[in-house]
């Protein structure tokens, strides 16, 4: 039997790519490794090899074609003896390839919330009629780092991949370019080792930003952070600051399983002498990081590996910075508070139209920083609403979602018309099979019924 | 810059040089097989590369989700030491870890059906490509933290000698976990304490994008155990004689009480890093030159033919039926159910009996 060759998967986030170009053509024999074409994903440009022998039988996708989907039949390769009639054999008996539901491999919650539903509040942090450009997470985080490095000699980044490969995730893409290998530097896979050695830098006056692939990585070196970083100013009696920032996605990616897939803000945040940001749109993304890096204290900032691709409105001004500390009404409502960050927010937002729709407005805030905590924003909330449901990728026990319980029945607990709630990811390790990591993670669905379920409606 | 690095890094080998007595590889590249030996390596590694072809080509369906890294070019390597090992060793690896898995005799559906996180997976689709495992086999994973392994290797090593099952553990790396301090951490461990551990550095010449000779100070990795005073040496992982040769002395030397030992098998992996991975920092020149000229599996198959012990035909049907049980693994892998909601939340803690 003639057999099709698919266009493929190339990555974990891929749904569609552009055939750029074929290096075989129709009539030409192929070995198992042959390079066949060549096509463009979401991240990179990568080659696809034949698995098996045979003769290019036909092409179904000619070169240059955009948005072909995974799995579409791009051409068929024949085996020894065949000719084009098995073709349409093959086309007749209509059993195209095995092909279970592609999207398998992203599936995982990440619901494509239309950024639009956003209603954003008249921003207070950006002046009425400034310009805004449509940025993704990771071009505003880069442009952050861009313009910091250009105002101060003093801040290079580090980390494995980022200065040749432009990073793992692409965030550093072109720094080594305008920068060097001096301030852009490739370190070996040595966390404890680099995280140290950024801690020491940071002493002697440098401002390292330290690129953490994923903060799963950060584990090896959690000592240095916790132990180094954030203590030595107070043991000091105030002499070693330690102006660093620790970045680098966090959380929850996709089908990656157990060790690849946590959510530290609850670890950090239960630190004296850091700070902890996470920000979930592309302007906090900027405006934060900026601060971060100017912040005298060492600074965990948590980004997402879902959310980096998601494009938002990012203000044009020369230095648009953020100060660290307060959280952000994303969405106006009064009848129950909802309070997420980073990647949470995806699922919130999307509960949030769904309570909309039926009658319950929600008020959505983004934490942005985890440590130190906008309680003010947050009571100021509960007092109008008399209802909180937490949203969080992290675990419940201990969680963000816990201390911010806490901290509401405490300071305002006569306001409260129903228990605080909280929704977060299973307390379980992160399993890999594509059914059980959407039951792990917060659904839209879970806080929408939290959310009615505080209304008691 | 890379060039001073280079400077550097000759010097500081030739340095430890001396501190340790090694043999270094007598470049023995003829052919110390049996006919019967040369077959069943030849069906081994063709049966990982095919293993390996298949989960890359169902991963471009979407059948396989998240990182899967594929061990296509590195195949002498596990088989020549699977070859030389004793029933009770151990295998401890990365995350780069099917063909350890295969090599060991796990049952390719389990392993397939594991990619796909189906309930007839080797962890019941909770691990995936990265973490899986098999006590009847002694694998102890698949593990995702770069050279996490190595402390845990040394561990099982520990309880060898603490048993005294006269088992070694056979601990995998990469170049790139080479510069993990735990490892160096294990080394003290394991020659103050004498354990049977075979350290085995699969030098693929790259962690993801950066190759060796920019992460490393010290290129030749056989060597660095050379402060502790373990005995290493540098190995042909291309030449899967070479290999089983190799690593049937050093487990020898483990075994008898001497404690560690390095190998360092000088490999190469044809696809890249994981399946996202376009691999733009390597010429496709020198892709094709290690595949043309130091091919594991083509090495065999031109000595089976040139020797007569195999026929063109022969060889056709041992591909014919390796790719069948590839393609039964791929079909049990795509029929199998996705595991029980309820197993969401099985496994966590072991319960104890009421
Ligand atoms: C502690 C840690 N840091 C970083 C990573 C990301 N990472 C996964 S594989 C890899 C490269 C490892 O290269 P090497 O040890 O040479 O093994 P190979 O992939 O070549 O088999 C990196 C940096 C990780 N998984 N764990
Ligand atoms: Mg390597």
Request: glycine residues 8%; negative net charge; contains cysteine.
């Amino acid at each position: 039997m003639p057999i099709q060759v698919l266009m493929p998967a190339l990555s974990p986030t891929m749904e569609e790519g552009k055939l750029s170009k074929w290096l075989v053509k129709v009539g030409d024999a192929v070995a198992s490794g042959d390079v066949i074409a060549e096509i463009e994903t979401d991240k990179a440009t990568m080659e696809i090899e034949a698995v098996d022998e045979g003769k290019i039988g036909r092409i179904f996708i000619e070169e240059g074609t955009d948005n072909v989907a995974i799995n579409t039949p791009i051409a068929v390769i024949l085996a020894d003896g065949e000719d084009e009639s098995a073709i349409d054999e093959m086309a007749s008996n209509a059993a195209p390839a095995p092909v279970e539901t592609p999207t398998a491999a992203i599936e995982p919650a990440v619901t494509e919330t239309s950024v639009s539903s956003v209603v954003v509040e008249a921003d207070p942090e950006i002046p009425s009629g400034t310009e805004m450009v449509s940025l993704t997470i990771r071009e505003a985080l880069r442009d952050a780092m861009v313009e910091e490095m250009r105002r101060d000699e003093a801040v290079f980044v580090m980390g494995e991949e980022v200065a040749e490969y432009q990073g793992a995730y692409k965030v550093t893409q072109g720094l080594l370019d305008e920068f060097g290998d001096k301030r852009v530097v490739d370190t070996p896979i040595t966390e404890h080792g680099f995280a140290g050695l950024g801690v020491g830098a940071a002493f002697g006056g440098l401002k390292p930003v330290v690129e953490f692939m994923t903060f799963n990585f950060a584990m090896q070196a959690i000592d240095h952070i916790i132990n180094s970083a954030a203590k030595t100013l107070y043991m000091s009696g105030g002499q070693m600051g330690c102006s660093i920032v620790f970045r680098g996605p966090n959380g929850a990616a996709a089908r990656v399983a157990a060790q690849h897939s946590q959510d530290y803000a609850a670890w950090y945040a239960a630190i004296p002498g850091l700070k902890v940001v996470s920000p979930y749109s592309a302007s906090d993304a900027k405006g934060l990081l900026k601060a971060a890096i100017r912040d005298p204290n060492p600074v965990i900032f948590l980004e997402h590996e879902m959310l980096y691709g998601h494009s938002f409105d990012v203000p044009v001004l020369d230095d648009f910075v953020i100060p660290l500390g307060s959280a952000k009404i994303l969405r106006q409502g009064a009848d129950v508070t909802l309070v997420s960050y980073s990647n949470g927010l995806t699922y919130t937002l999307g509960a949030a139209d769904e309570l909309a729709a039926e009658g319950i407005n929600a008020e959505v805030i983004d934490l942005r920083s985890i440590r130190p905590l906008d309680m003010a924003t947050i009571i100021t909330s509960v007092k109008k609403t008399g209802r909180i449901v937490t949203i969080e990728e992290g675990w419940a026990t201990c969680g963000i979602g816990a201390e911010i319980s806490a901290r509401v029945v405490s300071e305002a607990f006569d306001y409260l018309d129903a228990p605080p709630t909280r929704i977060s990811s299973e307390d379980v390790p992160m399993p890999y099979a594509a059914n059980l990591e959407k039951l792990a993670l917060p659904s839209v669905d879970e806080i929408v019924v939290a959310a009615k379920a505080v209304c008691y409606a | 810059m890379a060039t001073s690095r280079k400077a550097s890094a000759t010097k500081s080998r030739s340095s430890t040089k001396s501190k340790v007595a090694t043999k270094k590889s007598k470049a023995r590249t003829t052919n110390i097989f049996t006919p019967e030996q040369d077959i069943d390596a030849y069906r081994e590694m063709l049966m990982i590369r095919r293993f390996e072809e298949k989960a890359g080509q169902m991963y471009g369906m979407g059948l396989i989700g998240g990182f899967c890294h594929l061990y296509i070019g590195q195949e002498a390597v596990v088989i020549g030491i699977s070859m030389a090992i004793n029933e009770g060793d151990q295998f401890i690896t990365s995350y780069r870890d099917h063909g350890h898995m295969l090599a060991l005799g796990m049952d390719p559906k389990g392993v397939m059906a594991e990619l796909t996180g189906r309930r007839g997976g080797y962890s019941k689709g909770k691990g995936g490509s990265m973490h899986m495992f098999s006590r009847e086999k002694n694998f102890y994973g698949g593990h995702g933290i770069v050279a996490a392994q190595v402390p845990i290797g040394t561990g099982l090593a520990f309880s060898n000698k603490y048993l005294g099952n006269g088992a070694v553990s056979v601990t995998f790396y990469g170049d790139g976990a080479s510069n993990q301090g735990q490892i160096y951490e294990s080394f003290n461990m394991a020659k103050l304490w004498s354990l049977p551990v075979l350290y085995v550095v699969e030098n693929n010449q790259y962690a993801m994008g950066t190759s060796i000779a920019r992460a490393s100070s010290n290129m030749d990795l056989s060597q660095r155990g050379a402060s502790f005073g373990i005995p290493g040496e540098k190995v042909d992982g291309m030449n899967v004689c070479a290999v089983k040769e190799a690593s049937a002395r050093a487990l020898e030397h483990c075994r008898s009480g001497k404690g560690p030992f390095i190998l360092e098998m000088m490999t190469y992996r044809y696809r890249g890093h994981s399946m996202s991975d376009p691999a733009k920092y390597r010429s496709k020149e020198e892709v094709q030159k290690m595949r043309a000229e130091h091919d594991p599996i083509e090495q065999v198959r031109a000595r089976l033919l040139s020797s007569k012990t195999s026929s063109e035909a022969d060889l056709k049907d041992i591909d014919k039926n390796i790719r069948a049980i590839v393609a039964e693994a791929a079909e049990f892998a795509q029929s199998d159910a996705q595991p029980d909601p309820s197993e969401l939340y099985t496994d966590i803690l072991i319960e104890l009996d009421a």
